[in-house]
């Protein structure tokens, strides 16, 4: 069984940082291309930001600006995404997920359907 746990969500002021961290079960991170997503209250999930199996990455320019990166440990199947310059439009609930197994198109990584399995969500709140 695929679990997906995330942690290091919190209340920041606007132009903080935070590492979020998403630790896998069940699955060998690099077999597999991890994403990062978030839902702020009353929208839509957006895509943030990806890794793939490759160990490449990449990003939803709207929403990480160049302002986050990702990374992760393969010997614990741990996936980060590091937040710098936060601001209040970024308050919402960040999850990871994890790709389906085989080869994904980078140009694949922001739909929602790439990914076969999700974490429970961290709340990221800033405040201005």
């Known amino acids: 069984q695929v679990q997906l746990v995330e942690s290091g969500g919190g209340l920041v002021q606007a132009g903080g940082s935070l590492r979020l961290s998403c630790v896998v079960s069940?699955?060998?991170?690099?077999?597999?291309?991890m994403g990062w997503f978030r839902q702020a209250s009353g929208k839509e999930r957006e895509f943030v930001g990806a890794?793939?199996?490759?160990?490449?990455?990449?990003f939803n320019p709207d929403s990480a600006k160049g302002r986050f990166t990702i990374s992760r440990d393969i010997s614990m199947d741990t996936v980060y995404l590091q937040m710098n310059s936060l601001e209040p439009e970024d308050t919402a609930v960040y999850y990871c997920?994890?790709?389906?197994?085989?080869?994904?198109?980078?140009?694949?990584?922001?739909?929602?359907?790439?990914?076969?399995?999700w974490g429970q969500g961290t709340q990221v709140t800033v405040s201005s």
């Open positions: 069940g699955r060998t991170i690099s077999t597999i291309a």
């Open positions: 890794i793939m199996r490759t160990g490449g990455t990449t």
């Open positions: 997920a994890a790709g389906r197994a085989g080869y994904v198109a980078r140009q694949a990584m922001g739909s929602t359907m790439t990914y076969e399995f």
